[in-house]
């Protein structure tokens, strides 16, 4: 069974950093595009950055353009965001995901083919 496992949630005020990192087992890790969404309380899952399978092409959503960087370590498994500059806004529970279609981290969150169970990361003011 596919297991994607994210780390690096936590508390941190507002101008902080953080790296979050989501470990895959089970999975064919080198062909899925890879990426984040959130999903704050009240509000709908958002996609916040993606990377395609090698490397070649990532994504980040308007809000955190600039202020977070998606990375994939293949020979890890794992993929990670660091995230600086953080603001209150940000505070959200952080999914990783992995998709065999790189342009479904563009759409809705039903285009994902596995997800991991979040971690939260609250900024405060």
């Known amino acids: 069974q596919v297991q994607l496992l994210e780390s690096g949630g936590g508390l941190v005020q507002a101008g902080g950093s953080l790296k979050l990192s989501c470990s895959a087992s089970?999975?064919?890790?080198?062909?899925?595009?890879m990426g984040w969404f959130r999903q704050a309380p009240g509000k709908e899952r958002e996609s916040v950055a993606a990377?395609?399978?090698?490397?070649?092409?990532?994504y980040y959503a308007d809000s955190v353009k600039g202020r977070f960087i998606i990375s994939r370590d293949t020979a890890g498994r794992t993929v990670h965001l660091n995230m600086i500059s953080l603001k209150p806004e940000d505070t959200a529970v952080y999914y990783c995901a992995a998709a065999t279609d790189y342009n479904a981290f563009f759409g809705p969150p039903d285009g994902m083919n596995y997800w991991g169970k979040g971690t939260l990361v609250t900024v405060s003011s």
């Open positions: 089970r999975l064919t890790f080198s062909t899925y595009a």
């Open positions: 990377i395609q399978w090698n490397g070649g092409r990532v």
